[in-house]
């Protein structure tokens, strides 16, 4: 079982940064995979990154490539960097966790994942 707090989000202006963080409680976070996804009002939760458990591996969505940077350091951490905000990026970001044991493993699907986190506001000001 792991629990998943997201933090970090806040109101920013276009063109600024916010750092999103993820705290996962539970054994063996070393083992699992994270991906972070958005939901944005009247719109599907989408994709947004997600990094495998041994942090080797890392995909992006089209629309965040270039901006966004997901990471870990594995003391129970996952992080979202993201740079060059756009109004488009305001939404409900939300952190996601499976257990995997291959060390590459990683999906950009939400039905792949099993715990999730109660999701953080970011707010972009055009």
């Known amino acids: 079982q792991v629990q998943l707090v997201e933090s970090g989000g806040g109101l920013v202006q276009a063109g600024g940064s916010l750092r999103l963080s993820c705290a996962a409680s539970?054994?063996?976070?070393?083992?699992?995979?994270m991906g972070w996804f958005r939901q944005a009002p009247g719109k599907e939760r989408e994709f947004v990154a997600a990094i495998s458990w041994s942090g080797g591996i890392t995909n992006s969505a089209d629309s965040v490539k270039g901006r966004f940077t997901i990471s870990r350091d594995n003391a129970k951490k996952v992080y979202l960097q993201m740079n060059s905000l756009k109004a488009e990026d305001t939404a409900v970001y939300y952190c996601a966790a499976v257990m995997k044991y291959s060390s590459s493993w990683y999906s950009s699907s939400s039905d792949d994942y099993d715990y999730w986190g109660q999701g953080t506001q970011v707010t972009v000001s055009s």
């Open positions: 539970g054994r063996t976070f070393g083992s699992y995979a």
